[in-house]
């Protein structure tokens, strides 16, 4: 095949012509690839020589998946200016476009340069807008939507500094302190808006295991406030507030819980507002669902005095005779017991 075949055939294949494109850039992955397979064979296995080898497949692997990455994410926007919209619209803002800049953002397989246009507003104190962030979910402009999962379920169980550590060993991905946070606080704020109506689903689907268990007690919903001292850098310890609202069957079995936390305040009243809005969302649905017309509004000062009205710093109240089809005559009503002392 002479070179004219090879270029018309390019020409009217578009996709052949970029699969070469990306071949030609993983050249050197496949070179350091058959590199570390040729040196393996070489010599007899060891538990060393075979934990260096895997350890060199996974820096190959990873490193060509960053470059795949990053060459599919920077061919979604087109490369000449003109063939972008020169003005869009965007939540009752116009934004007029801007050159391409670079971003560094942290995938799965590593760092990459993102290439975006920039859109700036005209109004004059409008934040400038890139729609390839948005378009791809680029969470607080420094993680794609996997790495930034990644991120949350690590904090959940580690402190700052582990994560950092996790993500450069597992991800080649190295953040400061301020940019961690970000990441961390704009997966908070984008979750918040979800979290009670989760909760509320969650709630229910215990509430009907328990009322369809069998044995001979009444299921039982029942609150409880907690504390925790914690360290605030600077400030000494502070305690922050938890919540937990959990469902027994019929045997006295706990099946699940639902939790609550907000960090050191004065008062408690963010934890407070969220616990006696969950609970009466879910027996509100509950009742409903149970044939019976009835809006639950447990007050909010009530949910934050029971925290105090015994000396230890846990107590519990239970909500009893939700509406139970299978007891006859049972009416609805609520009754509060501090936890036993």
């Not at 476009?97 to 104190?125: C, D, H, M, N, Q």
Request: charged content about 25%.
């Amino acid at each position: 095949m002479n070179n004219s075949i090879l270029a018309a055939l390019l020409s009217a294949i578009p996709e052949l012509r970029d699969l070469i494109q990306v071949m030609t850039l993983l050249l050197p992955q496949l070179l350091r690839l058959t590199a570390a397979i040729r040196g393996f064979r070489q010599r007899p296995p060891t538990p060393a020589s075979t934990c260096a080898f895997e350890i060199d497949l996974a820096a190959i692997v990873r490193d060509a998946n960053r470059i795949i990455v990053a060459h599919e994410y920077n061919r979604i926007e087109p490369e000449c200016r003109d063939d972008c919209a020169l003005r869009l619209r965007f939540a009752g803002e116009e934004y007029r476009r801007r050159p391409k800049s670079p971003k560094r953002v942290g995938t799965l397989f590593g760092e990459i340069e993102l290439r975006r246009y920039l859109y700036e507003a005209i109004e004059p104190g409008e934040p400038a807008l890139f729609p390839l962030e948005k378009q791809l979910g680029i969470e607080a402009g420094l993680a794609t939507p996997a790495l930034a999962e990644r991120v949350g379920l690590w904090s959940v169980d580690h402190e700052q500094e582990q994560v950092r550590s996790l993500l450069l060993r597992e991800h080649n991905v190295s953040w400061s302190v301020k940019s961690l946070r970000k990441v961390t606080m704009a997966l908070r704020d984008g979750m918040a808006s979800f979290r009670e109506e989760a909760q509320v689903a969650r709630a229910i689907e215990l509430l009907k295991k328990a009322f369809a268990s069998k044995g001979k007690h009444r299921p039982v919903l029942a609150a409880g406030r907690d504390g925790i001292h914690m360290p605030i850098r600077k400030k000494g310890y502070h305690e922050g507030a938890t919540a937990t609202l959990s469902v027994k069957d019929r045997r006295g079995k706990r099946l699940g819980t639902i939790y609550l936390g907000q960090m050191p305040e004065a008062g408690q009243g963010t934890l407070s507002g969220q616990l006696t809005s969950l609970l009466n969302k879910v027996l509100t649905r509950w009742h409903a669902r149970a044939g019976r017309r009835r809006d639950w509004r447990i007050s909010p000062t009530a949910v934050a005095t029971r925290r105090n009205t015994i000396s230890r710093c846990c107590v519990a109240w239970m909500i009893r005779g939700i509406p139970d089809r299978s007891w006859p005559g049972n009416g609805c009503w609520i009754s509060g017991t501090p936890a036993a002392t």
